[in-house]
Structure formats: C-alpha cells, structure tokens
C-alpha cells in the first residue's frame, strides 16, 4: 500500500497556549451548503432529512447554498487578516459537490491567496472526471473523500442510497492520476467495513496519499447511536483513548461562515452566530466583542447550550490543549 495509514489532520501544529489571541484564524469553514444526497444513518443530515422544521432550519442558515455574493465579500475580509490562514475547508453538514459554482469558489479563494491550503471533504458519489479536472484547474490543494462501505449492500444500510461503486472508484482513480501535487485522503467509518478494514486499504490504498478507518461515535445529539457497540465512547473519532477536554480549543482557532454570511466561532452549530459577513468584516468578527466572550465562557466552564455535550472537544490533539494555561490565557484576552 503506496498510502499513509494516518487521520486527515496535520501533525505539524504549532503549541496553541502559547500562541493564543492569534491575529488569523488558523481554519476557517466556508459552508457552500447544508443539504447532501446521502442520509447516513450516523449523521445529523439523517435527522434533519425526517424533521418537520427541515425547510425552517435551512431557512434559518439563509438558505441551501451560499451565494457567489457571500463567498466574495468573505474572501474581500480575509484579505485584511495580517497572516494566510493556513486552511480552507469547504465543508459543512452537506454536500460540497452539490453546489454547482464550487470549482469556481476555489477559484476565487486560490487567485486572493488567502489560505496556504483550499480542502474539502465529500461523499465521491458526485465526483466527475471533469469535476476532478476543474476543481483541480482552479486550485484544490487536498481531496478528503468519505466512504460509506465498500459493497452497494452496504451503502444502502448506512447511507440508504443505491450507489455504482465500480464508478466512485474509477473516478477517485481518476483524480488520483492527474491530481499532480495537490492530496487525496479517503477515510471510511468503522461500522460501514463489518471488520473488512484490510479489504478496504487494499482497495484505495493506491490511489491514495493518505487513508484511514475512522471510529463512529455520537457527534450529534438529535442522532440515535443506539445502534453503536462504543456507545459510551471509550475512544475518539480517532481510535485514541477517550481523554476528556475542559476548555475546547476548535473557538480559539477556528471560524465558520455558513450560506447567508452568518459566521460562528467553531466547525459546529452555534447559536447565536457571532456576526454576519453582510453587515461586519471578517476581520472585526474575529477580534469582536462576541467572540471573546464566547473565548472567555468556555475558557471559565460557563458552558453555552452548544458546548454542553459536544463531541468536538474530544477530538482535538495534546498540542492543542489549554486546559492547563487557563489562568494565563485569561488575563491575555481580559487586556484586549
Ligand atoms: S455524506 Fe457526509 S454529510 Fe452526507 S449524510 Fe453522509 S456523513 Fe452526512
Ligand atoms: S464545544 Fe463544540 S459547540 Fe462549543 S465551541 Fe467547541 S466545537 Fe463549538
């Protein structure tokens, strides 16, 4: 197997105690759209799928997709953060590929020279020849694909689609094979592999940079894991032993922008939004008042509705914590 068996995340991260406030987000989520063709049974799309307030909610972000109109006034701001921000991710709670200007969102980012990384995660069911090419022409550093199972039996069960496998593969093949200098990670979840995790690396272990199984663990909390054999969660995502974080640290490097330019402070829902990319810059957004009140909650344990229970802090990597630097990190946000 020609691929790195490792998580999609960077293992080259600067110690962030040391560094926070930092003057740019290190990530920051462009949300092209909240809707996906798939309903995994262990995502929160599943959920939304059968609720009656489905159409509200969207309402709510602003709509499906974002519009070229909010991507460019994003990319306008990010022009005014003093650094790169080191990674652009283009995904969200849908389905990247189903906004049809996304090669052109790419684009735009990659001639502002905004971000050292323009990335996105996708379920490859949507993946074209010529989607690869153009994404790839506008330039697309890295392609996280997501796989559902490796049999069609299986994508029903977890995804309750009817998908052509013998085709995504032919496709990933594709973007491997003329993909040049830019990354292609696959990862596919524990409980879509039935134990067939060696038939899985044999199968996309080549056409591949980096590949990994991913653990299935309750991220959503309108989800029912019943299902789940880990139900309470004795590794992360990451088959790391469980370490349980007090301050979460995705708010003091992350930022969000969601289809109708509201921006929140981490890769997760959170309400209320912090700013509106239609009314703020970016850049003010960041240093706000808002968000450093956020900093500061959760840096006190004064948990908001969001952060009770979420997953994400779980997740996170030793190089990020700040459970041990509160006091310090305090009084250097309290003097700006
Ligand atoms: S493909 Fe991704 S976003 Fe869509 S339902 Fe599955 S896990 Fe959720
Ligand atoms: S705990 Fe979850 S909701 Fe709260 S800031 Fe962190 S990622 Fe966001």
């Given at each position: 197997?020609?691929?790195?068996?490792?998580?999609?995340?960077?293992?080259?991260?600067?110690?962030?105690?040391?560094?926070?406030?930092?003057?740019?987000p290190?990530?920051?989520?462009?949300?092209?759209?909240?809707?996906?063709?798939?309903?995994?049974?262990?995502?929160?799309?599943?959920?939304?799928?059968?609720?009656?307030?489905?159409?509200?909610?969207?309402?709510?972000?602003?709509?499906?997709?974002?519009?070229?109109?909010?991507?460019?006034?994003?990319?306008?701001?990010c022009?005014?953060?003093?650094d790169?921000?080191?990674?652009?991710?283009?995904?969200?709670?849908?389905?990247?590929?189903?906004?049809?200007?996304?090669?052109?969102?790419?684009?735009?980012?990659?001639?502002?020279?905004?971000?050292?990384?323009?990335?996105?995660?996708?379920?490859?069911?949507?993946l074209?020849?010529?989607?690869?090419?153009?994404?790839?022409?506008?330039?697309?550093?890295?392609?996280?694909?997501?796989?559902?199972?490796?049999?069609a039996?299986?994508?029903?069960?977890?995804?309750?689609?009817?998908?052509d496998?013998?085709?995504?593969?032919?496709?990933?093949?594709y973007?491997?094979?003329?993909?040049g200098?830019?990354?292609?990670?696959?990862?596919?979840?524990?409980?879509?592999?039935?134990g067939?995790?060696?038939?899985?690396?044999?199968?996309?272990?080549?056409?591949?940079?980096?590949?990994?199984?991913?653990?299935?663990?309750?991220?959503?909390?309108?989800?029912?894991?019943?299902?789940?054999?880990?139900?309470?969660?004795?590794?992360?995502?990451?088959?790391?032993?469980?370490?349980?974080?007090?301050?979460?640290?995705?708010?003091?490097?992350?930022?969000?922008?969601?289809?109708?330019?509201?921006?929140?402070?981490?890769?997760?829902?959170?309400?209320?939004?912090?700013?509106?990319?239609?009314?703020?810059?970016?850049?003010?957004?960041?240093?706000?008042?808002?968000?450093?009140?956020?900093?500061?909650?959760?840096?006190?344990?004064?948990?908001?509705?969001?952060?009770?229970?979420?997953?994400?802090?779980?997740?996170?990597?030793?190089?990020?914590?700040?459970?041990?630097?509160?006091?310090?990190?305090?009084?250097?946000?309290?003097?700006?």
């Amino acid at each position: 197997m020609k691929a790195e068996n490792n998580p999609y995340y960077s293992t080259d991260r600067m110690i962030l105690a040391e560094n926070i406030p930092l003057q740019t987000p290190l990530t920051m989520f462009f949300c092209p759209t909240l809707v996906c063709n798939l309903s995994c049974k262990y995502c929160v799309q599943s959920y939304w799928k059968h609720s009656e307030n489905y159409k509200s909610y969207i309402q709510r972000w602003g709509g499906a997709y974002m519009t070229l109109e909010t991507v460019e006034k994003a990319i306008f701001d990010c022009q005014s953060f003093p650094d790169k921000i080191k990674d652009i991710n283009l995904t969200s709670f849908g389905e990247p590929l189903l906004h049809t200007d996304l090669p052109r969102i790419v684009r735009l980012i990659n001639e502002a020279g905004i971000a050292d990384r323009i990335q996105f995660f996708t379920n490859g069911t949507l993946l074209t020849k010529k989607l690869s090419e153009e994404l790839l022409d506008a330039g697309l550093s890295e392609l996280r694909i997501s796989l559902q199972g490796i049999t069609a039996e299986k994508y029903k069960d977890i995804a309750g689609a009817t998908v052509d496998l013998t085709q995504i593969i032919e496709r990933i093949a594709y973007f491997c094979s003329i993909k040049g200098n830019a990354k292609l990670y696959i990862k596919c979840a524990d409980i879509a592999l039935d134990g067939n995790e060696q038939k899985f690396y044999e199968m996309f272990g080549d056409i591949c940079d980096k590949i990994y199984v991913e653990h299935i663990v309750p991220l959503f909390k309108d989800v029912d894991y019943s299902y789940l054999e880990d139900k309470d969660g004795s590794k992360n995502k990451y088959q790391q032993d469980l370490k349980t974080t007090r301050v979460c640290p995705n708010c003091f490097y992350t930022i969000a922008v969601w289809p109708g330019g509201d921006v929140l402070p981490c890769c997760n829902f959170y309400e209320p939004p912090i700013g509106n990319v239609h009314t703020q810059s970016l850049v003010d957004i960041w240093n706000g008042k808002a968000r450093k009140e956020v900093l500061l909650r959760q840096l006190r344990c004064e948990y908001d509705y969001n952060c009770v229970d979420c997953y994400v802090p779980n997740n996170q990597q030793p190089s990020d914590n700040l459970d041990g630097s509160v006091g310090e990190i305090i009084k250097r946000l309290e003097v700006i």
